[in-house]
């Protein structure tokens, strides 16, 4: 496979600009959020992140629960179980504490993961 192939394959889409995060920097929610689209976190979530769509938790983002979401990318703070469906993708500077099961992963340099993962199997409950 080229390089452009491979690239392609795990390229994330583009997220809104952090001012248009569903939980912008200093917000806190707590309870269960449906993700049907590219969501963006820069705030603290407390409870489930559960949906078909992308979730990006950017790097003021904290989320303390479990994700069940086709796309995760973390660059924040995650303590919790992530079921990606799709694939996660765990960003330098990330802090993740918790279970991956997803059927691609990227760990990028500089990221911190306690836990165990499934790799390569779809993840549907």
């Known amino acids: 496979m080229s390089q ?7 390229k994330f889409p583009e997220f809104p600009a952090s001012e248009e995060a569903l939980v912008p920097d200093g917000g806190v929610f707590e309870g269960q959020v449906a993700v049907a689209g590219p969501t963006r976190i820069d705030g603290i979530v407390r409870g489930r992140l559960r949906g078909p769509g992308t979730l990006l938790i950017g790097r003021t983002g904290r989320v303390e629960g479990q994700i069940d979401c086709a796309e995760v990318v973390a ?3 995650v303590i919790g179980p992530i079921n990606a469906e799709q694939r996660a993708c765990l960003d330098a500077g ?3 504490e918790g279970d991956l099961a997803a059927p691609v ?3 990028h340099d500089d990221a911190v993961w306690i836990g165990q993962a499934r790799i390569g199997q779809p993840t549907r409950d």
């Open 4 to 10: 452009d192939a491979k690239n392609q394959r795990t």
């Open 105 to 107: 992963l990227q760990v």
């Open 75 to 77: 660059q924040g703070v």
């Open 94 to 96: 990330s802090h993740f």
